[in-house]
C-alpha cells in the first residue's frame, strides 16, 4: 500500500483506480467541497467507498473562549468559523452531490489540553489563529 498526497482540488490521483479513499478533516480547507467530492468521486473505481470524516460548525466553541480569557488572542470569538464551508451539519448534502451516502455517524469531541502550553502548540497549528 502506498501514501500519495497531493492538492484534492486536482489529485495526482488516476481516476478509477480505488477501492477505498479516506478524506479525513480536510473538506472544511476547502472554500469549494463539492469539487472534492467530485475528484473523490472520480478517483473511485466502480464500486468503491470513500471514508469521510469532519467536525461541527462550533468544534472550536471551547478552545474559542480559552483562547479570550488567556489572552492569547482575545478576538478569537469573532472570527468566522473554520467550518463554514463544510461541516458535520452539511456534509450529508455535500457529498451527496458526488456520491451515494451509506451512512453519516455523529460523535461528540471534546479537546483536552495539558496545560497552558499544550493549549498554546495546538492552537498555533489552527489557521484560524
Same mark, same amino acid.
Given at each position: 500500500?502506498?501514501?500519495? /498526497?497531493?492538492? @484534492? ?8 483506480? @480505488? ?5 479525513? @478533516? ?38 474559542? /473562549? ?64
Amino acid at each position: 500500500m502506498n501514501a500519495v /498526497q497531493g492538492d @484534492f482540488h486536482q489529485s495526482p490521483l488516476p481516476g478509477a483506480g @480505488f477501492d477505498v479513499l479516506v478524506a479525513a @478533516f480536510c473538506l472544511y480547507h476547502s472554500q469549494r467541497p463539492r469539487d472534492v467530492i467530485a475528484e473523490v468521486a472520480h478517483c473511485l473505481a466502480p464500486g468503491g467507498r470513500a471514508v469521510l470524516a469532519t467536525k461541527s460548525i462550533d468544534s472550536y466553541h471551547e478552545i474559542d /473562549q480559552l483562547m479570550c480569557d488567556t489572552d492569547l488572542d482575545p478576538r478569537a470569538t469573532t472570527r468566522p468559523e473554520l467550518y463554514e464551508a463544510s461541516h458535520s451539519g452539511d456534509a450529508t448534502d455535500i457529498v451527496a452531490t458526488g456520491l451515494d451516502v451509506e451512512a453519516v455517524i455523529h460523535r461528540e469531541h471534546t479537546f483536552r489540553a495539558n496545560d497552558f502550553f499544550h493549549l498554546a502548540s495546538y492552537a498555533a497549528t489552527i489557521p484560524k489563529y
